[in-house]
């Protein structure tokens, strides 16, 4: 039996026809996805998994946010489920294989197992959790998050859209019936298996990446006053120029996240002057800052450090300066043994592999929460992702769904939780 | 008559009466001016400048722009006219003092001349230019462009203002009739009394600026493009940035004109990020430089050590750019023999003075490309204008009309033209 499960792969031809199948659901032009979380595009593909599923033996469960909890039964019905999955809504613009990957993944597991007629001890649960993206309804990893109990369900079905539409709304327009509520649904151990969304496992040559957890992040609003004044009689030296103090913090960030390196990052992706005009020196400009690392006391530490830098900038330049912190999610470290499996599973299979942490948030930053939690990130081309241009190989998404394969087989026949040991 | 002369002084009260009473047409509630050219409002200044023209003797004419001559004759009328003036309409939030000064110590100069019953040799002409400001029709300064040949006539009557109205419309709405073609109304010399619009004089107690000329304008549209990624997933060492390439233009254009200095000045004034969002990676921004200084080669100088700061933060970044010249204008020197005439009247008259360059443009740039031209600045405080809060002491525009008075008689009392001698 042990020799047999070691040698037990999953069929990478039909994971990717699989991938290739579901991506008409809400196909873009550009050959990536537009389906919005509980669109007419995502009720299609929410039936077809449902059925695919049940088309494999799971049965399926609904919860209140409309979350598919599909279960494959094990020889002992008292343990919890080893689960794993992640998302089929998209980006208006998104690729393939964000949450896609993940998903369809544990669907091909679940086949696997049942070509080899496997039969677990524990149970295994495939989840398709409902809004991963945020896109259409803030926040992002909703469902997920009211899982662990972060929201309740309440709350996040009065969220409405853009266009003032609630969950609850989308959900009956679909005809979406619950069939559980939100956070009843036992979960023992949750493995995502998910594209990067970055560049490194691409530029090292590496196919599995082991994620450590997801980082924390820090948002800050931001603004800078000076002076406006006119460009052409306003000497060097006289301008309180609120565009040149922006351009010394942007610097600054980029320093100070390279010194607090090589997991830190920091970025000022928006900026906007107060009235521009090619011929008035910019007196006001808003901006936003986006910190993030694995270690919450280097965040800390980033934070003091870019204080500290805009308040020289400002004082130097006769400006004045606003930075407000507008959300910190603390890091989410995953659960060492678990991570530690992933990373012998991955190393028994032969594939190279390294640590790394999660720039982006997942489900599974929520499950962390909660229960013993890992993630497998695999690459994806030049790193891109929330883009049409999404793409990542066949070979990369079997050996991902190969390491899957292997940790859900070990987790699920284990003598006996708590995993930790 | 020579010790009269030197002794005649405008009255300070009534010219700052003047410029109150004026200051109604377009009023707005924070003590600013809404005078666009050849508004309602803008008629009715010119109705009450036609009116206090005539009341004080001169014969008015008006060309085919709109712009007012009002002619103060002189024992010789072959000689052409010495001629002064600014302009009566302003910025949509404008100030009280930016072009209406100029305009309305013209007048004072007349009063004063008539209460003393002084003659002069030559002809002394008013005038008020249409469309100096530029913000209803482009270009700004239009109709002093038009009358040195930069523009014909009919080019400026055909352009359009942002809801379709031409200038010929907007002329024939105000009931404003040509009595003579642009162009052709005699000039013999031109001197400007204006604000500063910027700081020095202000910050070195000065009360007149004997402006030397014109400063040369370059003005540049440009982009940055460098690869947006994702803002928690992209290493430091990995991010093709766009806002970083520009924060280091912006502060390379900062160092450059301060080595070109201390007339040189660069403003990067326009800065827009393309798709921003606080956790992506910037990839596209574009930006706007204007770079001025009094010296042709030092803006051929500039311009080319800012392209090649630009070269440089590209290639170290991984960024592409681009930097294309929308607009030059020349140096614009105003007469020698002028500028140290109304030097001498600023000393003779015990004002603290300083020579300097024009950072704005004005009327007299374009004049200077055909007659004898000089300006006489004034402090404004803060240096701030195209603003309601513009401001101007009773005091500072006495003494800018009192050497303008002084300049203006020297000028009409010479025995002859050139005055180049």
Redesign the interface.
């Known amino acids: 039996m042990e020799t047999a499960r070691n040698n037990l792969r999953v069929d990478g031809a039909r994971l990717w026809s699989t991938l290739m199948e579901t991506a008409a659901f809400g196909a873009t032009p550009a050959g990536g996805i537009n389906r919005l979380t509980l669109s007419p595009a995502d009720g299609r593909v929410r039936d077809w998994f449902r059925a695919a599923c049940e088309a494999a033996g799971l049965t399926v469960g609904t919860d209140s946010l409309g979350t598919q909890f599909a279960l494959r039964p094990g020889r002992d019905s008292t343990r919890p489920p080893v689960a794993t999955g992640s998302h089929l809504d998209t980006q208006p613009t998104g690729g393939r294989f964000d949450g896609i990957l993940g998903t369809l993944a544990g669907l091909e597991v679940v086949r696997t197992l049942n070509d080899a007629g496997i039969e677990t001890e524990a149970p295994i649960l495939l989840v398709n959790w409902t809004n991963e993206e945020g896109s259409r309804y803030a926040p992002a990893t909703m469902a997920s998050a009211a899982h662990v109990g972060t929201f309740t369900a309440e709350d996040i079905l009065a969220r409405t859209d853009a266009d003032g539409v609630s969950v609850g709304q989308a959900l009956a327009s679909l005809g979406i019936v619950a069939t559980e509520p939100t956070g009843s649904r036992a979960i023992g151990a949750f493995v995502e298996l998910h594209i990067?969304?970055?560049?490194?496992l691409e530029?090292e040559a590496k196919t599995v990446g082991v994620v450590e957890g997801g980082?924390g992040?820090l948002?800050f609003d931001g603004t800078i006053t000076g002076f406006?004044?006119?460009?052409?009689?306003?000497?060097?030296?006289?301008r309180r120029?609120a565009?040149?103090g922006?351009?010394?913090l942007?610097?600054a960030v980029?320093r100070i996240?390279?010194a607090h390196?090589?997991?830190?990052?920091?970025?000022?992706?928006?900026?906007?002057?107060g009235a521009?005009?090619?011929?008035?020196?910019?007196g006001r400009v808003r901006f936003?800052?986006?910190i993030?690392d694995p270690r919450a006391a280097t965040l800390d530490a980033i934070e003091a450090d870019v204080r500290a830098a805009l308040a020289d900038i400002a004082a130097r330049r006769q400006l004045t300066a606003t930075l407000d912190l507008v959300w910190r999610q603390e890091p989410v470290p995953f659960d060492p043994a678990l991570v530690a499996l992933v990373e012998r599973e991955a190393e028994a299979l032969g594939l190279a592999h390294r640590r790394m942490v999660?720039?982006?948030?997942h489900d599974a930053c929520n499950l962390a929460l909660k229960v013993p939690t890992a993630m497998i990130f695999v690459p994806c081309k030049d790193?891109?992702?929330?883009n049409e241009a999404e793409s990542a190989t066949p070979s990369d998404c079997t050996a991902g769904a190969d390491v899957l394969l292997q940790t859900l087989l070990t987790l699920a026949n284990r003598p006996a939780l708590p995993l930790r040991d």
Chains 1, 2 share one sequence.
Do not use: F, K, Y
């Open positions: 990067e969304q970055g560049p490194i530029a980082q992040i948002w406006e004044s006119h460009a052409g009689t306003t000497p060097m030296p006289r120029d565009v040149l922006l351009a010394e942007a610097l980029e996240a390279l390196g090589p997991s830190a990052v920091g970025t000022l992706g928006e900026a906007v002057i521009p005009s090619r011929n008035v020196v910019p936003t800052l986006d993030r999660s720039g982006a948030s790193g891109i992702s929330h």
